[in-house]
């Protein structure tokens, strides 16, 4: 697919998507969360990508936030609409994708730039990184998941102050409140991402799919994730990673997982 807003690197069974709308601070608009989805979900379908990397162009912004010109003059209705189908093709998408997502939040990660990077499975941050949801300082609240995000990351009482303060914090707070796993200079952002994408790739791409469905499921509300856990580890003993995985760990050997 020819993309107008994103462009995919693919190196050594790593993906990693851009956002390029630097003019705009590579903020999120309707086609930018179109393309999003559909390239998440291609490279979820294909059997040679382990990790993907979603990061921003430039040096200020991962992304700055949604392109509030789209929306200024929405109803409720189309508000609502906005939100859920904004949750379902992208932020869901995302958190539950089969294949690991790593945010390396490379500036700004305003909005839905930072509800997007809270959608990953965790997040690395450049050291002029600032990340906030200012929302709230335009009559509205965050709609794209980062009301129940945020707190499931940095706790109930900081994402409160966060989301009423409308503020940015820095990338050491967001450090130290356990919102990104770490934080480095730019220029050495994505070679720590694919760093860690690398050993991630090395693993069972099956038994981190179960993990990620394991993990995530803790956190629903209506889901019992120790029933989970268990129901994902019994289908574990049933796929070829699983045998192969166990044979090479007897074998004393290095692991060389097909996916299945």
Do not use: W
Request: aromatic share 8%; with cysteine; net charge negative.
């Amino acid at each position: 697919m020819n993309y107008e807003n994103i462009y995919i690197e693919e190196e050594n069974n790593i993906a990693t998507i851009t956002i390029n709308r630097p003019k705009k601070l590579n903020a999120l608009n309707k086609r930018t969360i179109s393309e999003l989805h559909t390239a998440f979900k291609e490279l979820d379908e294909d059997d040679e990508i382990r990790v993907i990397i979603v990061t921003g162009s430039g040096e200020k912004a991962f992304v700055a936030g949604a392109d509030i010109s789209e929306f200024a003059d929405f109803s409720v209705k189309e508000g609502r609409k906005l939100a859920a189908e904004g949750q379902e093709i992208l932020f869901d998408f995302v958190e539950n994708l089969s294949t690991p997502v790593i945010a390396a939040v490379n500036g700004f990660a305003l909005g839905g730039g930072l509800e997007l990077a809270m959608s990953s499975h965790f997040r690395i941050a450049s050291d002029n990184a600032k990340m906030g949801l200012p929302e709230v300082s335009l009559g509205v609240i965050p709609g794209y998941g980062g009301t129940q995000r945020l707190p499931q990351l940095v706790g109930k009482g900081r994402a409160m102050e966060i989301i009423m303060t409308a503020g940015m914090i820095t990338a050491d707070q967001a450090l130290q409140y356990g919102l990104v796993n770490h934080v480095v200079p730019q220029e050495e952002l994505l070679p720590l991402s694919l760093k860690i994408a690398s050993r991630i790739s090395n693993n069972s791409p099956v038994a981190i799919k179960y993990a990620i469905k394991a993990v995530n499921a803790g956190f629903k509300y209506d889901v019992n994730g120790y029933a989970t856990e268990i129901d994902a580890f019994g289908t574990c003993f049933g796929t070829n990673d699983f045998k192969e995985g166990t044979s090479a760990f007897l074998e004393k050997r290095k692991a060389d997982f097909p996916g299945s």
